[in-house]
């Protein structure tokens, strides 16, 4: 297959490695060609505007811009652009706050390389990419009781902090880790703990562990 009949595919990821080793796995397809790629979410908006791509693999956690607030903002202006979500956090945390915000799946960046093909051709061809540990985290929102959990009703940036302080962080460290000033990372905290009614980082740690968010 020549390029002009193949798979555009944009690459967007703040590790070099790692978009050289999309780009690898993608090298070896006949039907998949990488048009483009960039290291954060501005040069992510950016390309969505000036490139041509079927689908962009876009990086959930990057240095400058949250991955969901850039994907959103992709989805408002390039709509027919299909957005497939890279991450290194368990589908159950991330992907359907995702597939709400626009994206056509999601993809766990430890998976086998034959799966991030088969998402692509399956994207491509105008349907979602749903992997099975996703279909069943998806079949258990569906079931379970409409009583959201209080994590459920963080902003985006405001779980992605959560995440972050529940991962063992300070303040100081999610600052400098997203281009933040510690104020405003501090306030994130503030309304994240007046939301979820709890006292202190011991407790919002206690909560995560406790909702399966991170790992003991």
Do not use: C
Not at 7 to 20: G, K
Not at 99 to 111: E, F, R
Not at 135 to 163: G, I, N, W, Y
């Amino acid at each position: 297959m020549n390029e002009k009949n193949s798979i555009r595919v944009m690459i967007v990821d703040d590790h070099a490695i790692v978009r050289e080793g999309l780009k690898q796995i993608l090298a070896d397809t006949d039907d998949i060609v990488v048009t483009a790629e960039g290291e954060n979410g501005l040069e992510a908006i950016r390309l969505s505007r000036t490139e041509k791509g079927d689908i962009m693999l876009l990086d959930i956690t990057m240095p400058d811009k949250n991955g969901i607030e850039v994907l959103k903002q992709i989805h408002k202006e390039k709509p027919e652009l299909a957005i497939l979500m890279l991450s290194m956090h368990r589908e159950d945390q991330y992907a359907i706050r995702s597939l709400k915000a626009g994206a056509v799946g999601y993809l766990n960046k430890q998976s086998a390389p034959n799966e991030l093909v088969k998402a692509i051709r399956q994207v491509a061809s105008g349907n979602k990419y749903i992997s099975p540990v996703l279909a069943q985290e998806l079949a258990r929102h569906v079931t379970e009781d409409t009583q959201k959990a209080p994590h459920e009703s963080l902003s985006d940036r405001e779980f992605q902090t959560l995440m972050m302080i529940a991962g063992g962080k300070s303040v100081s460290d999610i600052a400098t880790e997203l281009s933040l000033s510690v104020k405003t990372v501090s306030e994130y905290r503030s309304r994240i703990l007046s939301k979820m009614s709890l006292k202190n980082n011991a407790e919002l740690m206690h909560y995560a562990i406790r909702h399966k968010l991170v790992t003991e």
